[in-house]
């Protein structure tokens, strides 16, 4: 199994980025897609995910109404589509993979199986 995430960059504040998330080895329509950032010195954190179907979907309430998560279950791709960017954005952002049975939502870091390497995204004041 092989995520790689892409896309991240240097950004002023108040920009957009594009973050895919391109997976193999897995049976992608039947995982739950989750991104997870990390900022130096802290501890990773939740961003967003999306179920199997893409009809549930939960956002930290931090990139609510800015970033957006979606997934092409034909190319095995999950997308973080993020705008008006801030400085605290600035992260190391990871996009991450759980089977499931039900078209549900994983929220928790823990409870995914797969990572991939991450993607720097970094926003300029």
């Known amino acids: 199994v092989q995520l790689q995430a892409s896309g991240g960059g240097l950004v002023q504040a108040g920009g957009s980025l594009r973050l895919s998330c391109a997976t193999s080895g897995l049976t992608f329509s039947r995982c739950v897609m989750g991104w997870f950032r990390q900022a130096a010195g802290k501890e990773r954190e939740f961003v967003a995910a999306?179920?199997?179907?893409?009809?549930?979907?939960s956002y930290a309430d931090s990139v609510k109404g800015r970033f957006t998560i979606s997934r092409d279950n034909a190319k095995n791709t999950a997308i973080l589509q993020m705008n008006s960017l801030k400085p605290e954005d600035t992260a190391v952002y990871y996009c991450a993979s759980v089977g499931r049975s039900t078209d549900s939502i994983v929220t928790l870091k823990n409870q995914y199986d797969y990572w991939g390497q991450g993607t720097l995204v970094t926003v300029s004041s």
């Open positions: 999306i179920s199997r179907t893409g009809l549930s979907i």
